[in-house]
């Protein structure tokens, strides 16, 4: 049996607690409701689980592999992430007395973390920008630098341009991303809401955030002056840069990367503080999403980074670590936690 959902009681839950009451509202349509009586079961031991479930209301028992019993109550101080929040579910989750449950696909909860993890990425504008062609901008950011010689030309050759005016909305927040922007001249403000977070000039570049994640916007981009951008199409921008600079490694090749001791590596897990204490991945350095592009200024250049959660917020983690000039990966998982070379040298503490 479903009905309607009360979004305001998931802003008890990791990641929904992050979001605003606009955000959550907008979840509204992807929330499964579940009033279940009791003696039902909820998920098995051993089941794949293609949705997270949330206990909203009532009491479960949870039932391990020894079959030892832990109630489990909405009330329950450990209550704040889903129910045994793993895809292949560790226990028996059965209802003790009527229980409310709300349910979530994994993979739109995945994107939604991408995209709430995404939203303080955007670039800051640089003094001495405006004087800057935008081409060469570009490539000394440092994420270009990942595009091969051969493709540069190509690049180039796709961006089209676009004249906007004084208070023109280049990107709106909410709206769906197909463009990657350049500011080749003028000024533009960035803004989420009420709030200003930013002022962009020539050579600076935004949208990209939006085409990795496959997420709607987080944020507004306005015009502040009469200009003329460069665009690029999200098609060419996932073919030639997103290909280019979101490299994969297999976990058997860094296996053999850290056997070989070529260059010292570090894992980075990007989720949130409390997804990685309830499921550590050993030998990870952790740092959240919202904090890498700051954080990537004290990482040390001679390391290779490896992206070692699960999710597209590691693919954003890598651009970001590759935009900042350092050597990224995403790991591909194959078996699980387990399977992550425990050998990887962490760098010295900045």
Request: charged share 25%; net charge negative.
């Amino acid at each position: 049996m479903t009905s309607t959902p009360q979004i305001t009681r998931l802003a008890a839950f990791i990641p929904f607690d992050g979001l605003s009451p606009s955000h959550l509202d907008a979840l509204a349509d992807q929330i499964q409701v579940h009033r279940l009586p009791a003696g039902r079961m909820v998920f098995k031991r051993g089941d794949v689980d293609r949705v997270a479930w949330f206990l909203i209301e009532g009491t479960l028992d949870l039932v391990d592999a020894g079959f030892s019993v832990r109630p489990f109550a909405a009330d329950d101080d450990e209550n704040y992430l889903a129910v045994d929040n793993y895809p292949r579910h560790t226990v028996n989750a059965i209802t003790r007395e009527a229980c409310v449950l709300y349910s979530l696909d994994r993979d739109k909860l995945d994107l939604l973390m991408a995209w709430a993890g995404a939203s303080d990425l955007l670039p800051e504008s640089k003094p001495g920008d405006d004087d800057r062609d935008w081409m060469d901008a570009l490539l000394g950011s440092g994420l270009f630098a990942r595009v091969a010689p051969a493709r540069l030309h190509e690049l180039f050759m796709r961006f089209t341009p676009l004249a906007v005016e004084l208070g023109q909305e280049v990107v709106r927040e909410g709206d769906a991303g197909d463009t990657f922007y350049v500011i080749k001249r003028g000024h533009a403000m960035v803004t989420r809401g009420r709030e200003t977070l930013a002022g962009l000039g020539p050579g600076r570049f935004f949208g990209e955030d939006a085409l990795i994640s496959d997420q709607p916007r987080n944020a507004t981009v306005t015009m502040t002056s009469d200009g003329d951008l460069m665009t690029l199409d999200k098609a060419r921008f996932q073919a030639i840069v997103q290909a280019s600079v979101v490299r994969r490694i297999s976990e058997q090749e860094l296996q053999r990367q850290v056997l070989d001791g070529e260059s010292p590596c570090q894992l980075i897990d990007v989720r949130l503080a409390m997804e990685a204490r309830h499921d550590r991945i050993p030998g990870a350095r952790h740092i959240p999403l919202a904090e890498l592009r700051q954080q990537a200024l004290k990482l040390a250049p001679e390391f290779t980074y490896i992206l070692c959660a699960e999710g597209r917020r590691s693919e954003l983690g890598a651009y970001l670590l590759s935009e900042a000039g350092l050597n990224a990966y995403v790991l591909e998982r194959e078996s699980g936690p387990a399977a992550v070379p425990e050998a990887v040298s962490p760098p010295a503490a900045p």
